[in-house]
């Protein structure tokens, strides 16, 4: 991971051969399923997409406890914007899930299905993240809660899944406990696309950190360009850095913001 | 002025778990302690006595303001009513008794969640709280406990309601397994809801926030408690023995175990909700 901050160009390489070989196993090399045929390749989308989703939240919640613990802002960004590509993933597990319910069930949505539920109340509760974090307007505070919050809904996605799945289910493969009896080729292609899911994972949550501490780094700069200069600083250089694009009133900055948050 | 500047500087709850110490001035009351009796008021209570000392309060400020219980109580009748209408049923049972009876009671309990620290926030609760020397959990438990008990309130109001407005069948063989189905199904509401209302509170949109936070974290709840008590509540239900030895009994301990988990973790998490 330290390598990979050091040199993120040769990550995002990585991705994206990773990325090629995974497509081009899936179509080249991946037998065709025999009930559900071509349409049985967006499994290969659909369920990396949704395992790292679950996982990035639950990262999220980790990461939620260590800026707790530490109180080291920059574990409360590493932890946004883990929670942030998450749902961004998750949305698109639940498009592809749905196109894959679609063409097998015949049914967009199917609520008799504890995988689906589970996930799309999960994804539910995730999206009221950044309305929470945003309706705080006290920098340390909404960091404070936005990890508390990280930290419950981490623990609430297993538990969430043990509740659903309680219930009886008819449809839904189980993935990962099925996935051992996939014929070889499938599996090799369906662990591939896993690793390189989890690659453009990594390689946007590190590209997402990098805007917003560049973006953080050049506030401070304008604050202190400034302050040399004599002017009044403008209104909206003291806004935290998650507190939304809108100019704040009031009276002017007494500090650069970004002395406020330690990147 | 914002509230933190008002308030001494404070050790890190987490830091103040770990040692075993409820606050600092916790050192200071064991010294005091053989000279000076308990009711002096300069010494600080313990968990025992500001736990007392919290729900007093709640309950003192509810009895006098009757702003929750009476509201949570017409709110759930209104919704009956609306459930008559909208269903176009005169009596339901079944799974749609379950289901109208769940929803139901947590739309109400929704209302008090909303307004559990509305007054701590609004009137100072909070700053004479965080000046007191006691225990942040004492707050905690207080108020799950003040929840726990506007919803008994609730459901002794809406409960019968409901078997006289809308079940068809009659409420009696149900009574025992619903008396210890909504037990666990409160216990986990006023956990969760507590941790919910602590969070929302201090927002700018707050109501909108509150019902947003808590209705996905309650989901698990509401499918435990509606899969337990609908065969309760069906024209022909089993006797109890029946109904626990079968298919209630893993609602009941998934339950248990949602009351669990969420227990451990508000109590991990709730100091730093307390901290300014």
């Known amino acids: 991971m330290a390598s990979a901050r050091r040199h993120p160009a040769a990550l995002a390489l990585a991705t994206c051969l990773m990325l090629s070989l995974s497509l081009s196993l899936v179509f080249f090399y991946a037998p065709l399923e025999a009930q559900e045929g071509f349409l049985q390749k967006i499994f290969y989308l659909h369920v990396p997409l949704a395992i790292i989703t679950l996982c990035g939240f639950v990262v999220g919640g980790l990461m939620g406890i260590q800026h707790l613990r530490t109180r080291d802002d920059r574990w409360d960004l590493r932890s946004y914007v883990a929670i942030h590509m998450s749902l961004i993933f998750g949305v698109a597990a639940l498009i592809t899930g749905s196109i894959w319910a679609k063409g097998s069930w015949g049914h967009w949505w199917v609520w008799n299905e504890p995988t689906l539920v589970s996930f799309l109340i999960i994804m539910l509760l995730y999206a009221t993240y950044q309305p929470l974090r945003f309706a705080i307007e006290d920098r340390e505070r909404q960091a404070r809660y936005a990890s508390v919050f990280a930290i419950t809904a981490g623990a609430f996605v297993p538990m969430n899944f043990i509740a659903v799945r309680l219930t009886p289910s008819y449809v839904h493969p189980r993935v990962l406990s099925s996935s051992s009896n996939l014929p070889a080729s499938m599996g090799l292609t369906f662990v591939v696309s896993l690793i390189a899911m989890t690659l453009l994972f990594i390689t946007l949550w590190q590209y997402e950190i990098r805007a917003k501490q560049a973006r953080f780094a050049l506030r401070a700069l304008r604050a202190r360009m400034d302050a040399a200069e004599g002017l009044s600083a403008r209104p909206g250089s003291e806004r935290s850095w998650v507190t939304g694009a809108g100019a704040t009133e009031g009276p002017p900055p007494k500090q650069p913001a970004a002395e406020a948050l330690s990147t | ?276």
């Open chain 2, 1 to 276: 002025m914002s509230a933190r500047t008002s308030v001494p500087q404070r050790t890190q709850p987490h830091v103040l778990k770990a040692t075993g110490q409820a606050r600092p001035l916790a050192g200071a009351r064991s010294e005091l302690e053989p000279h000076a009796p308990t009711a002096n008021p300069r010494v600080a209570p313990g968990f025992g006595g500001a736990l007392r000392a919290l729900l007093r309060k709640e309950l003192l400020v509810e009895l006098r303001t009757l702003e929750s219980v009476p509201g949570m109580s017409l709110f759930a009748v209104s919704v009956f009513v609306v459930f008559h209408f909208a269903l176009n049923r005169a009596s339901i049972d079944g799974d749609l008794a379950a289901g109208v009876l769940l929803v139901t009671l947590l739309l109400a309990s929704l209302l008090g969640i909303n307004r559990l620290f509305v007054a701590d926030a609004e009137q100072g609760g909070f700053d004479g709280f965080l000046l007191a020397p006691v225990n942040p959990t004492a707050l905690l438990v207080a108020k799950a406990l003040a929840l726990i008990g506007y919803l008994l309130v609730l459901e002794l109001v809406a409960v019968p309601a409901f078997a006289l407005l809308l079940l068809g069948t009659s409420l009696w063989p149900a009574l025992p397994g619903l008396i210890a189905v909504l037990a666990l199904a409160d216990l986990g509401v006023a956990t969760a809801g507590t941790l919910v209302s602590t969070l929302a509170v201090r927002t700018r949109a707050r109501d909108l926030l509150g019902p947003l936070l808590a209705l996905p974290l309650l989901i698990p709840v509401v499918i435990g408690s509606s899969n337990a008590i609908s065969p309760l509540l069906a024209v022909h239900p089993p006797a109890l023995g029946a109904w626990l030895t079968g298919s209630a009994a893993r609602w009941l301990v998934l339950l248990a175990l949602y009351d669990l988990v969420f227990g451990l973790i508000v109590y991990a998490v709730f100091d730093f909700l307390l901290e300014d």
